[in-house]
């Protein structure tokens, strides 16, 4: 059951049970029907573990491929469907588990909804699924390439893979190229392309010649780890600076560096990217581009 059908379920109980109360109980043949209502939405949810519910995301679109909410061009329907395939080259995890299931169509501008799966053995992550986290990073990522800065959208780099950009754009590139926009709606946060000058904008912000990526090597000696906020500062040994950086969520425990690291003379691999023209940002992916000096 998706939430949305549990929902439906919870809104009928409370609605049938406030038309009982108001009904006197010797009047049992005008309230016989309204019960016996009540008693299948209640058996409906009756063994339902609100955890383990699916949600649904709508994608939607509008310009010169949609016929209003009547139709949509096929050729542009099936390839504009697929924009869920975003896995580790994007930011959907595990794609085989974690497969997006077309449900029906989306009300309003023709599109289409999307069902999650259900969670099984995973934990959720601050209340949400990794697919669910995805997918809202893929709506702020949307936003922040409309209204943010080039340092906005650096920021995300950091939780979503760099390639998931490239897929991203590709995908808006393609939308652009049939004079369409679209809107991405996900629990109870919605992003909305105003227009096609809009979505083109965003389009070319996530373009991969306007993200600059390459990794340096540095000698030097870690300052200081902060595990919680995964951030580092690195004082390389030839240059009056300290470079700032995050700790990549391929490195589990970041307090290793303060454990086995810290004011240690290392030789390290910082990874470096520049959206536009925004500041550079670094990150150290991996414990393995750390080597001890003597």
């Not at 390839?79 to 989306?106: C, F, V, Y």
């Not at 309003?108 to 099984?120: D, Q, Y």
Request: contains cysteine.
């Amino acid at each position: 059951m998706n939430h949305d059908e549990y929902l439906s379920y919870i809104s009928e109980i409370k609605m049938l049970e406030t038309l009982l109360a108001e009904i006197p109980e010797d009047n049992v043949l005008e309230r016989i029907s309204f019960e016996d209502r009540l008693a299948a939405a209640k058996s409906a949810i009756v063994n339902i573990t609100e955890s383990k519910l699916t949600y649904k995301v709508r994608l939607t679109f509008q310009g010169k491929p949609v016929l209003g909410s009547h139709a949509i061009v096929a050729d542009f329907g099936s390839k504009a469907a697929s924009a869920d395939n975003l896995q580790e080259k994007g930011p959907i995890p595990d794609k085989q588990k974690n497969q997006l299931l077309i449900t029906e169509t989306a009300i309003g501008s023709f599109g289409f909804e999307f069902e999650l799966p259900e969670p099984e053995e995973e934990t959720p992550i601050n209340g949400s699924t990794s697919v669910e986290k995805a997918l809202k990073l893929v709506q702020e990522l949307l936003q922040r390439a409309v209204e943010g800065t080039d340092d906005d959208i650096a920021e995300l780099i950091d939780e979503i893979h760099p390639r998931a950009f490239k897929k991203t754009a590709e995908f808006l590139n393609y939308v652009a190229q049939h004079d369409s926009w679209c809107s991405l709606d996900f629990k109870n946060r919605s992003f909305r392309f105003q227009n096609l000058k809009q979505l083109e904008i965003a389009s070319k912000r996530l373009q991969e010649n306007n993200i600059h990526e390459k990794t340096e090597t540095y000698q030097g000696e870690f300052q200081g780890v902060l595990p919680t906020n995964r951030v580092f500062e690195f004082r390389p040994a030839d240059q009056p600076i300290i470079i700032k950086g995050k700790i990549g969520q391929s490195i589990k425990d970041p307090d290793l560096l303060n454990r086995n690291y810290l004011h240690k003379h290392v030789k390290v691999e910082i990874d470096i990217t520049q959206v536009g023209t925004g500041k550079p940002r670094y990150t150290l992916s991996s414990l393995n581009k750390i080597h001890f000096l003597p």
